[in-house]
């Protein structure tokens, strides 16, 4: 079962120690879905398609935080 957030959100994992591994050049969200799928200890992944930096974590959503990069309004 996989729960997504918002567009725009990262995942900060309550102990640094708890990111699994760190991939570049994903090109969609549903390939690192599949990435976190077969680690596994990967409980928590997040993926940022600007950069297509895709990070997986042991960390459970609950004992996270799920952090919004906000836009300023001009």
Do not use: W
């Amino acid at each position: 079962s996989m729960q997504f957030t918002a567009p725009g959100t990262a995942f900060q994992p309550q102990n640094p120690i708890e990111l699994l591994n760190t991939f570049s050049n994903v090109k969609r969200l549903l390939q690192c879905a599949m990435h976190c799928n077969q680690h596994r200890q990967c409980r928590t992944f997040d993926y940022d398609q600007t950069s297509r930096i895709c990070r997986l974590f042991e960390g459970d959503i609950s004992t996270g935080t799920i952090l919004t990069n906000s836009i300023p309004s001009s």
